[in-house]
Nanobody, 128 residues
Framework: VQLQASGGGLVQPGGSLTLSCAYS?????????IGWFRQAPGKEPEGVGC????????YYTDSVEGRFTISGDNAKNMVYLQITSLKPEDTAVYHC?????????????????????WGQGTEVTVSS
């Protein structure tokens, strides 16, 4: 099983960015919950949203709802995180992650401990 986030970079405040998460090996279950997390310097990882692969339903942390949009393409084994109106406080390393046991990890509350498989992150820096 592998997950790999990409698409990060330096963006000006107010700009937009789309991150990608390529995954492979998720074949045991009928559905997976793939979450996006971010870790700002000196802070604990924060779940920002997730998507359930079976029906592409999405959930978001309240603090990012409206600016973050998660989508998925099951044919390509890809999940995307679009971020608009970027703020300096969005600066972080963004990771995608999943659980190999169920898709119950994806819901209104995103708990880091429910995600057991993580990919390498991609760094997003929001600065002028």
């Amino acid at each position: 099983v592998q997950l790999q986030a990409s698409g990060g970079g330096l963006v000006q405040p107010g700009g937009s960015l789309t991150l990608s998460c390529a995954y492979s090996g998720l074949t045991t279950l009928d559905s997976y919950g793939i979450g996006w997390f971010r870790q700002a310097p000196g802070k604990e990882p924060e779940g920002v949203g997730c998507i359930i692969t079976s029906d592409l339903s999405t959930y978001y942390t309240d603090s990012v709802e409206g600016r973050f949009t998660i989508s998925g393409d099951n044919a390509k084994n890809m999940v995307y995180l679009q971020i608009t109106s970027l703020k300096p406080e969005d600066t972080a390393v963004y990771h995608c992650a999943t659980s190999l046991y169920s898709d119950y990890n994806c819901g209104p509350v995103i708990r880091r401990e429910q995600y057991d498989t993580w990919g390498q992150g991609t760094e997003v820096t929001v600065s002028s």
